[in-house]
């Protein structure tokens, strides 16, 4: 029997080659427990490991499956640093606070790669990370973006390359130069949350898939969340939804809104193709992104195309055909062989939101594009502060993130206006 994602079109590469994909019963009546995490991603799952590992007992419910939402099914790629670079971070919060920030970064990145390791998750970690620009106005930032982060942060993984090395580099002159990190890398996402979620079973997380909650309360030191099999009842609740919150929570709502982001798979293209011979993943400067990286088998994973309303495309392929053209003429007549989407969880300031929303319920999400190391060491954070305290949360919570503007009614037709208009820039 063919599964069908609820949440999200199209089945993607990652779903149809993983094999085996263990499946983890609903819930079928009331719970207790020490803490309660809603959300089935990379952040809950870590939180729900570190907390079960150290004694805690744990209840973590998905509405659909493990790996279902943004966790499992995007473009792989960890980066390094926040979503925003340095010398953006420290025009608003200083020096030391870009310091902090990116060394969170720096050890989410670890913590990852340490995980996977320490706990035998194979998710075809694949190393190196190519930026590009797409304006040649946009070189001189990114020649000074690779000196900043090496004679003012440290990092010495990243460097800059001019338009001949890169064209060598991507198999494309489409670029006018941009940055090469030796220090970072790519993975298939669904392995690793499928990795992560048995070694929480493993901790003894009461994992559950197919449950989702209608509701979430707290009163007297006492959080409930509501299912259709019964309440569970918790000391603390984490809320770990992202771009999935639909309204349960209206602070979170208010602050994480989910956009839509596509990626299409083409069949391998051998091992004579001049497509990113070094097996680097790439990003490009463009507000709307263009994201792609080869698998592990050699195929092109493609994103790029966005949607702001909540309206799934009739045909993916197509759109991010016209994108990969682009970049790689020659690929015009690829076979795609998978396309997909779902919905990516963006805050206004594209800076994560971690917040306790209400008494002792915790909600962190928005990662904007940038999750797959942040949201996993986010939940390992969140773990870490209820078993005793966690300055790098602390760091994630004095992040300053707004709500979107114009209240529950006109906030998804002023982000779609906003990111229409920053769209067409990338044209110009």
């Not at 953006?88 to 990145?109: C, L, N, T, Y």
């Not at 990795?195 to 994992?207: P, S, T, V």
């Not at 004579?272 to 790439?282: A, L, Q, W, Y």
């Amino acid at each position: 029997m063919t599964y069908q994602n609820p949440i999200a079109p199209g089945v993607s590469f990652y779903e149809a080659t993983l094999g085996d994909r263990p499946t983890y019963a609903a819930l079928t009546g009331p719970a207790t427990a020490d803490v309660v995490i809603v959300g089935g991603g990379f952040t809950g799952l870590q939180a729900a490991y570190h907390l079960a590992a150290s004694g805690k007992d744990v209840v973590l419910i998905e509405g659909a499956r493990f790996g279902d939402g943004a966790s499992g099914r995007n473009g792989g790629q960890l980066g390094t640093g926040q979503r925003a670079w340095v010398e953006e971070i420290e025009a608003d919060f200083g020096r030391d606070g870009a310091i902090r920030q990116f060394a969170v970064a720096e050890r989410a990145k670890a913590h990852l790669m340490e995980f996977a390791s320490a706990h035998g998750i194979e998710a075809d970690y694949r190393p190196g990370q190519i930026s590009a620009a797409h304006k040649s106005a946009y070189v001189k930032d990114y020649r000074d973006h690779a000196r900043v982060m090496r004679e003012e942060f440290g990092y010495e993984g990243l460097s800059f390359v001019d338009r001949e090395a890169l064209a060598e580099m991507l198999g494309s002159s489409r670029y006018h130069g941009g940055t090469h990190d030796a220090g970072t890398g790519h993975i298939n996402p669904l392995k690793y949350v499928v990795g992560l979620a048995r070694a929480a079973a493993a901790a003894g997380a009461r994992l559950h898939e197919a449950t989702r909650a209608r509701g979430i309360s707290s009163s007297g030191g006492i959080v409930t969340v509501k299912t259709d099999a019964g309440d569970i009842v918790a000391g603390r609740a984490l809320i770990a939804c992202n771009a999935y919150i639909e309204g349960l929570e209206p602070v979170t709502s208010a602050h994480v809104m989910p956009i839509r982001s596509f990626i299409g798979a083409t069949v391998p293209l051998g091992d004579d193709s001049p497509v990113i011979p070094g097996g680097e993943s790439v990003d490009d400067s463009r507000f709307v992104v263009r994201y792609f990286r080869k698998s592990a088998d050699g195929r092109l994973l493609f994103g790029g195309r966005e949607a702001y309303t909540s309206d799934n495309p009739a045909d993916i392929s197509s759109h991010i055909r016209r994108q990969i053209v682009e970049i790689y003429p020659a690929l015009a007549d690829v076979e795609i062989t998978h396309s997909w989407g779902g919905s990516v969880g963006i805050t206004l300031s594209r800076r994560p939101f971690v917040r306790e929303v209400m008494k002792n319920v915790t909600s962190i999400g928005g990662f904007s594009g940038h999750g797959v190391m942040l949201s996993n060491y986010c939940g390992k954070l969140y773990a870490d502060h209820v078993l005793g305290g966690s300055d790098d949360l602390e760091v994630m919570r004095d992040l300053r993130v707004g709500p979107f503007p114009g209240g529950s009614r006109f906030r998804a037709p002023l982000l779609f206006l906003a990111l229409t208009w920053f769209s067409l820039r990338d044209k110009f």
